[in-house]
């Protein structure tokens, strides 16, 4: 009774330090030991690392912001070419030092599982975000580690554990040790692999791949036609062949499954539809909207005391039982289904969503933008 009591306790404890990390590892004073992870889910790439561009203290509420740029500059992006040259070339100091810190920056991000120093087990995945900068940065760092040809320290039957000693908190007084491998290898366990996520882009990123089209045929930029294509063949490519649908909340790294982000590409689908009435667009919208009728919850979970239809837990990252409807589009397409394909239980799904949930939006107020759901069970 006291093994199956302690069991439980250090489960639990693992539980705890899962929901604090919120899925990311961060140096903590002192030594630390972790594994970098071998990528997962690329076709194209088996590099274990990820490397972006992004903006940091953007508009009055200082979001983070990824730049639309490569690391060797192609690509486009409003901040980068016209923002912060119009700050640069302004001859205000203030504005000056605003286009200063508007500059894009490096971000080097890798996965690793790492060694609780309470229990010794390894835990994770965690998503880390590396110190980036010069030669003798972190990141540039674990590059000249990793990039051995002696050994390979991301196998995960045979790789290396790696230890790093950190010194100090802050900014200013933070010293990064040498990197340590360990003398002998080791495995990784089978269920942090088998939680590992890929390195992907934001499938849907807010609304901008129902959005872009839009923008595009309202405005005649072509370059939002361009970026609308570029979004649509990473959904063809890297998501719909995956079931991996994220994005939805652009606050949330991609590693996070959100469910009904998935009626973002079936509201896609659907306009190009309207558009071109192709009936590949109106086959991928309808295949999206049956996957996403499979994630609905299948049964009333029994620690909800009155339960609702067509509501489940959206997020790994932030657990809510919500009947999510994004902004009223997913009845908008399910309305659209029933209609274009004839199959009457899209209608009766759209009727009981709409019984079910409302979203709205207040335009006035204290509370102006504020998004409101009204949840009810007839």
Sequence with gaps: MKEIEKDWREEAAERFKEKQSKGRFKLGEGENTIRILPRVGSKKSQTPFFEYLVHREVGPNKRFVRCGKTLHGDGDCWLCDVKVPDLQNSGNPNKQKLAASLQAKEQ???QVAAIDTDSGKMRGPFLWTVPTGGARSLSARLLQVLKSTKRDYIDKENGYNLT?????????DTIYGQIVADEESSEVPEKILNQSKPFSIS????????????IHRITGDARYGRFAGQLEQFLRTQVEDRFWFTGAHVDLWPKDFEADSVWHAVEYWLTKYDETKDRECLKHAEADAWFAFLMWCPKQLPWVKNPMQTCHTEQENYLQY???????????CLDRLAQLTGQPLFRELCARV??????????AGEWIGGMNEVKSDP
């Design 108 to 110: 080097f991000v890798v």
């Design 164 to 172: 790093i000693e950190r010194t100090g908190t802050g900014k200013m």
């Design 203 to 214: 499938v849907v990123s807010g609304r901008s791949l129902a959005a872009f089209p839009v």
């Design 322 to 332: 919500s009947n999510y409807c994004y902004n009223n589009r997913k009845y908008y």
């Design 354 to 363: 709409i019984q079910c949930g409302f979203w709205a939006q207040p335009t």
